[in-house]
T-cell receptor, first 115, second 115 residues
Framework: EAGVAQSPRYKIIEKRQSVAFWCNPISGHATLYWYQQILGQGPKLLIQFQNNGVVDDSQLPKDRFSAERLKGVDSTLKIQPAKLEDSAVYLC?????????????FGPGTRLTVT | AQSVAQPEDQVNVAEGNPLTVKCTYSVSGNPYLFWYVQYPNRGLQFLLKYITGDNLVKGSYGFEAEFNKSQTSFHLKKPSALVSDSALYFCAVRKRSGSARQLTFGSGTQLTVLP
């Protein structure tokens, strides 16, 4: 089966600019996650979707970050305006909805550099 | 709140020797525990999980991990290391209950296997 797809793979922007990342989960996976991985740290959950609804966005900086999953399939994460500290790898992951679906499957990530 | 500690930023081991990557966790109730591996410029790949049952769980590429409830640990092990095992390893924990299935990751351990 095809894995989680993300684009772009790399992005360089200046601070105060905006940027968007795209994720297409594994087919049939109802739950989608966005993580932020800062260099030298483990991934940190930003937002979790179940179908097209938000399950948890408690760690999403809502003044500048937004995410949507309008049709319950692919998702977009946006940052506007970007700050230097947003430089990180943004990982998308997905999993099946049913209770015994334990593993999350990760995409290759988008490496964002804010200058 | 749940948390994971990986006390070693770096582990070096000679090829053919056994390896151990340490992980301790903190979570209310019984946990689900995971190990993921990350190769350069790639997303996280699932290695193994502890859900229930035997404390020793076996995963991909010859890796295994031992769940120790009294010590709240879930150390990753391999009897004979390969150079190709060199990568960044993350331990993660998840609560058993609740609709949100967030993984909380440790900060990662860089494993280097020396030829």
């Amino acid at each position: 089966e095809a894995g989680v797809a993300q684009s772009p793979r790399y992005k360089i922007i200046e601070k105060r600019q905006s940027v968007a990342f795209w994720c297409n989960p594994i087919s049939g996976h109802a739950t989608l996650y966005w993580y932020q991985q800062i260099l030298g740290q483990g991934p940190k959950l930003l937002i979790q979707f179940q179908n097209n609804g938000v399950v948890d966005d408690s760690q999403l900086p809502k003044d500048r970050f937004s995410a949507e999953r309008l049709k319950g399939v692919d998702s977009t994460l946006k940052i506007q305006p970007a700050k230097l500290e947003d430089s990180a790898v943004y990982l998308c992951a997905s999993t099946q909805l049913w209770e015994r679906a334990y593993e999350q499957y990760f995409g290759p990530g988008t490496r964002l550099t804010v200058t | 709140a749940q948390s994971v500690a990986q006390p070693e930023d770096q582990v070096n081991v000679a090829e053919g020797n056994p390896l151990t990557v340490k992980c301790t966790y903190s979570v209310s109730g019984n946990p689900y525990l995971f190990w993921y591996v990350q190769y350069p410029n790639r997303g996280l790949q699932f290695l193994l999980k502890y859900i229930t049952g035997d404390n020793l769980v076996k995963g991909s590429y010859g890796f295994e991990a031992e769940f120790n409830k009294s010590q709240t640990s879930f150390h990753l092990k391999k009897p004979s290391a390969l150079v190709s095992d060199s990568a960044l390893y993350f331990c993660a924990v998840r609560k058993r209950s609740g609709s949100a299935r967030q993984l909380t990751f440790g900060s990662g351990t860089q494993l280097t296997v020396l030829p």
